[in-house]
């Protein structure tokens, strides 16, 4: 069966040129959008393209139509026309369970790329942390797709049954009142954070252990004035000048006046994000999805610092 988005990105392919600038226009990724002309081919049961070397990365490359592609652009309104009715009929719907950082900065502007209206799915979103999400896919399957994140080594624990994809980095940073007189540019070690006030995880959870190693590693010992996981939380708590903070970036997107953001050296330390599939859910849409997320992800990673 032929996908209807592979259509309109071969559309665009053909009129620009190029892998990287389709890719551009649509919202995707340059891989993403040669994975799709390599699937469509595999449909057609054709090659519809030459690859030139004129990029050092293939999926930059510039592309020229063989015949079997003009062959199927002379009646691609015909064909594009055939695949949405097909399209329409076959809507996939998406079962989410997603933590609320990545819900509330992330799949918003998703929602809002385009290149999401042309996937055909249906989604429906369970906002929880990641271990009631996880549940969902081992419970009777309440859920299709777990988006999760995992801080170090941390004991969460998914089927064996599922594919796991890394979807991309979400870095902590060290977060203070302004009121402390520390600029953002000023050069400061862990241990100088020491004795300090800080509002800090519950003891006993995954994070707080793995943040509770990482501090010790580099003689921070933290006066703990108030325990939060909650980040927006925490962040209003810091710039009210009652203690520091540890955020991660996504939750630093609205972060309130009165905080300084900080780079700490010895404090490297960030919540790694995870798609986790069931293989039966494994499909074109669903891994375009999957791309698109990733490439959100990525792009708010390279605005979101000072």
Not at 61 to 86: N, Q, S
Not at 271 to 282: G, H, T
Request: hydrophobic share 45%; with cysteine; glycine share 6%.
């Amino acid at each position: 069966m032929i996908n209807p988005v592979h259509l309109r990105t071969l559309v665009e392919v053909v009129r620009l040129g190029s892998f990287a600038a389709a890719a551009t226009r649509l919202g995707y990724t340059a891989s993403a959008v040669s994975q799709q002309m390599s699937a469509l081919e595999r449909d057609t049961g054709v090659a519809l393209f030459q690859r030139s070397a004129r990029s050092v990365l293939p999926t930059e490359a510039a592309v020229v139509m063989t015949r079997h592609a003009a062959k199927v652009l002379t009646d691609i309104d015909t064909l594009m026309a055939a695949a949405a009715r097909t399209h329409e009929s076959t809507s996939q719907e998406l079962r989410l369970g997603i933590f609320p950082s990545l819900a509330t900065y992330v799949l918003p502007r998703i929602l809002q790329n385009p290149a999401w209206r042309k996937l055909g799915i249906e989604l429906r979103v369970s906002v929880a942390e990641p271990g009631q999400t996880i549940q969902g896919l081992r419970t009777g399957g309440e859920l299709d797709v777990a988006l999760v994140y995992q801080v170090g080594q941390s004991g969460l624990a998914w089927p064996h049954t599922v594919n796991r994809q890394w979807i991309g980095d979400d870095d902590f940073r060290v977060v203070l009142p302004a009121a402390w007189g520390i600029g953002p540019e000023s050069k400061v070690a862990a241990d100088h954070l020491s004795d300090m006030p800080w509002i800090m995880h519950h003891p006993g959870t995954s994070d707080a252990t793995v943040i509770e190693r990482l501090f010790a590693s580099c003689n921070l010992h933290p006066r703990v004035v108030a325990y939060s996981d909650d980040f927006h939380a925490s962040l209003e708590m810091a710039a009210a000048g009652l203690g520091a903070a540890l955020v991660p970036e996504l939750a630093l997107l609205h972060r309130p006046p009165g905080v300084v953001v900080l780079d700490v050296p010895e404090i490297r330390l960030a919540r790694n994000v995870f798609a986790l599939l069931p293989k039966e859910q494994l499909t074109a849409q669903v891994q375009l999805f999957v791309e698109l997320l990733a490439d959100t992800l990525h792009k708010l990673g390279t605005t979101r610092r000072d």
